[in-house]
């Protein structure tokens, strides 16, 4: 029987570097409450985003929510269709109204025209996603910010690592958040970070994520329980170390798919920036009308020879019943998205995807 190909893999270190800190941690009984995996792991982050004001959380939907709140945002917020649900959920969750404004068909992300025409004077904020991994363009962005004092915020759950021309794209904007999910280029089983533009905005957010106390005696807000374990700190101490051969792994995977899907009728592979150093988190491709079956279709082809795609993102946000009644949910205000929703697929990708197991993905698509 012909074994399964999933379309990610978590990479893990090896067990027994692991179980070392293990059984240090079940010495100490330090499981939480900011332990010293914890502190020491925020702190090599701070090196490797190139700010210093990082604060580790749980996951990356919590990042999410902690930037919102820590933002102080009110009235409605500016964001895109094409992404995780958990982008436009963090939005309604804090009480507020998500915006929807187009993407951009070469890179998945918000455009800054469509994002600027929609601002009205409930505005309080952009909510930009850095789709696959690939930068917004934050200078168009961050423009648009600065002229109608708005808050900008990134969703950089697939950013971890990437930079573009040198600069960490998680130092952009006034909150970046990151997930490190399983799924992810980088991952701790679970976890995320809020990256802060200012110091004021990590103090915000390391209240936030422990409830709002400050101290035994003080609690001068309110917060949620946000914090990230210690086991999974230790973990993410050891991915770090070995996070460039992941990166290098997915990256020949990623030249692979690139080289043998050249030239293939309705396939098109999105161009790839030399100033930008992937982490590799996605590889999509459209499925356009010129080939010679529909997206829908290739995904159960691969899924009959037991390839596992995934229809990212499918279906786009503002279809969803919590928010397509909004008049910016309208598919005619967000035609691309709901073309890329329909014709994107991502290939499988991770460390250790073989060349043979890379081989039968291209002759499914090849057919």
Known sequence: MTRDITV??????????????????????????????????ESRLVDWFGSPNVSLVANGSLALDCAIRCADLTGEVITTPYSFVATAHSIQLAGLTPVFADIRRHDFNLDPARVEAAITEQTSAILAVHCYGSPCDHDALAAIATRHNLKLIYDAAHCFGVTLGGTPIVSWGDFATLSFHATKAFNTLEGGAVVCAHPAGKEAV?????????????????????????????????????????????????????????????????????????????????????????????HNAMKRANIYTRRYFYPHIASLPAYR????????????????????LCLPIYEGLQDGDIDRVIAIIRG
């Open 8 to 41: 990610t893999r978590p990479s893990l270190p090896p067990l027994e570097e692991l179980i070392p800190h293990l059984e240090r941690i079940w010495s100490t009984r330090i499981l939480s409450n900011r332990g010293p995996y914890h502190e020491q792991f």
């Open 206 to 298: 390391d209240l936030f994520r422990n409830f709002g106390i400050a101290s035994e005696e003080s609690i001068p807000g309110v917060g949620t329980n946000a914090k990230m374990n210690e086991i999974s700190a230790a973990i993410g101490l050891l991915q770090l170390d070995r996070f460039e051969q992941a990166r290098a792994a997915r990256g020949a995977v990623a030249a692979r798919y690139r080289d043998e899907l050249a030239g293939i009728a309705g396939i098109e592979v999105p161009e790839h920036d030399p100033r930008l150093n992937s982490n590799y988190s996605y590889f999509p491709i459209f499925v356009t009308a010129d080939y010679g079956n529909c997206r829908d279709g290739l």
């Open 325 to 344: 009644d909004l008049p910016s949910a309208r598919a005619a205000n967000v035609p691309i998205a709901v073309t890329a929703a329909a014709e994107v």
